[in-house]
């Protein structure tokens, strides 16, 4: 939560540059990992070996779901209509979860994944039918539901490869590489998704030099801008580091489940903090709603108690 409220106070100076802003982030987060790797003992355990075209696979993945959010989250029509497709991931996961890595969920474990998607859209539905749907695009949804499908692939990858790794070199291995891979996938997914929008990729080029000239001019509302990316910086990175931390002691479904709490967690947070527009009453059984459901989930994934 911490870390998306310090990411909105980022975007806020950086919104018309978003291809720059992740391609920043991208590289802080390769340099604190790596930073951080160096200064392990030396004698701490050591993380298997996974080939470098996985985590070349696993960055490319990632970089096209950014971009693809990138390009149809403002474009949607209705700011609370993303966090409710987002919910889209949770079958997602839990069918390739299934067919891939031959996952069973228990009925205890299934209801509790429906209780969670369904708190979250109790959560954002009342101001959605409040605001309307007149705006909203089809085509920019069908977008952003697209971009689901590597966020999921994405995640079931890496815990099938996370399912015998041990300590915290893994997790810090897994940031490192995915983001100094994701720096060249970040600008080849940007120029593939640009191109077939606007039939051109220099829109990606003219936003890597606008979010330059914001960061360092700080004039206007780029003001504050170098502030807001330093103070993101720690905060980012250790988002992606926790990430891998679930999905290396848990799994791709737990992970989307407990994002999945913090979306209306964050919403209540960025109301507090004047990042959004008013308080949502219907955000507070919506938490609840959640919490149940990841007990629920939590209590059908333990072992039967044996005598």
């Known amino acids: 939560v911490v870390s998306t409220c310090l990411y909105y106070s980022e975007l806020h100076h950086l919104h018309q540059y978003p291809f720059f802003s ?4 991208t590289a802080i987060g390769a340099l604190l990992a790596g930073l951080w790797l160096m200064w392990l003992p030396k004698d701490v355990e050591t993380a298997a070996v996974v080939p470098w075209q996985s985590w070349a696979l696993l960055s490319a993945l990632l970089a096209f779901q950014n971009s693809l959010e990138i390009l149809s989250i403002p474009r949607v029509g209705n700011d609370d209509l993303p966090p409710i497709l987002q919910q889209a991931v949770v079958p997602l996961s839990l069918g390739l979860s299934w067919q891939l890595l031959r996952t069973s969920y228990t009925t205890v474990q299934l209801v509790g994944a429906m209780m ?6 109790a959560g954002f539905l009342p101001s959605l039918w409040t605001s309307g749907l007149q705006h909203v695009s089809l085509a920019w949804v069908a ?4 971009s689901r499908i590597p966020q999921a692939a994405a995640n079931v990858a890496a815990e099938s490869w996370a399912e015998n790794q041990k300590g915290i070199t893994w997790p810090l291995r897994a940031t490192l590489y ?8 970040n600008f080849l997914a940007a120029l593939t998704v640009s191109f077939f929008w606007k039939g051109e990729a220099a829109v990606v080029l003219q936003d890597y030099a606008g979010g330059f000239s914001c960061l360092t001019e700080g004039e206007g ?6 502030r807001s990316v330093l103070l993101f910086a720690v905060p980012g990175m250790l988002y992606t580091l926790t990430e891998f931390q679930v999905l290396q002691v848990a799994s791709a479904t737990t992970y989307f489940l407990l994002a999945a709490l913090q979306l209306p967690l964050q919403d209540l947070a ?10 949502r009453p219907a955000m ?15 209590l059908g994934s333990r072992p039967p108690a044996t005598s």
């Open 284 to 298: 507070m059984p919506a938490i609840l709603a959640v919490a149940m459901g990841l007990m629920f989930y939590g």
């Open 270 to 279: 960025l109301s507090l903090l004047n990042f959004s527009a008013s308080f």
């Open 116 to 121: 969670v998607v369904a708190g979250v859209m």
């Open 221 to 226: 509302a780029c003001a504050g801008a170098c």
């Open 178 to 185: 995915t983001q100094l891979l994701g720096l060249p996938c």
């Open 22 to 25: 992740a391609q920043l982030n």
């Open 143 to 146: 977008v952003f539901l697209l």
